[in-house]
């Protein structure tokens, strides 16, 4: 798979992506009610599109010109030394293959200005947090609103680039 920015013909097959990624992560966590309403919320096309043209950001998919297996979108915070990764998801069955890792560096990469790359993680996501902390990222705290508005709780984990 190569990463590139992903485009608005794209957004079909991000949604479907984002989908099953969190039912498969997240429905025993939060119930498979909870997680259809959170990704018809937040995995919107609408929403979606929207990130597209965010300033000071970067939206990337993993593609092997037959299908996306990744995504990540991160931005600039109001410091822009600190970039928020608001999301890396890859396709259960592409899991542990390097497409994260992947997708990882190129968010690193697209920041160069930046000092630290910051992301807010489910702590019961053992995976997710794992895969965080062997990329270098260490606990930095909490937050009881995970993604801002969500009241979802949440570590944050952050990571020194640049």
């Known amino acids: 798979?190569?990463?590139?920015?992903?485009?608005e013909r794209d957004l079909v097959a991000i949604r479907a992506l984002l989908v099953e990624t969190w039912h498969a992560t997240y429905d025993a966590i939060y119930g498979a009610a909870k997680v259809t309403e959170m990704t018809n919320e937040w995995h919107s096309i609408a929403s979606l599109k929207a990130r597209l043209t965010r300033p000071n950001s970067e939206f990337l998919v993993a593609d092997d010109g037959k299908r996306i297996g990744g995504m990540a979108?991160?931005?600039a915070t109001?410091?822009?030394?600190?970039?928020m990764l608001n999301?890396?998801?890859v396709h259960p069955n592409l899991q542990r293959q390097g497409i994260g890792h992947s997708l990882l560096e190129e968010v690193e990469?697209?920041?160069p200005e930046a000092l630290t790359l910051r992301v807010e993680v489910e702590e019961a996501n053992a995976p997710a947090v794992a895969f965080y902390r062997s990329k270098g990222f260490l606990p930095a705290g909490n937050t009881a609103d995970c993604g801002g508005g969500?009241?979802?709780p949440a570590l944050i984990l952050e990571k020194a680039i640049g």
């Not at 798979?1 to 485009?7: C, D």
């Not at 109001?78 to 970039?83: E, H, L, P």
């Open 73 to 75: 979108f991160a931005a």
């Open 150 to 152: 969500s009241g979802l």
């Open 87 to 89: 999301q890396l998801y």
């Open 1 to 7: 798979m190569f990463v590139r920015t992903a485009s």
């Open 78 to 83: 109001t410091d822009a030394k600190i970039v």
């Open 109 to 111: 990469a697209s920041f």
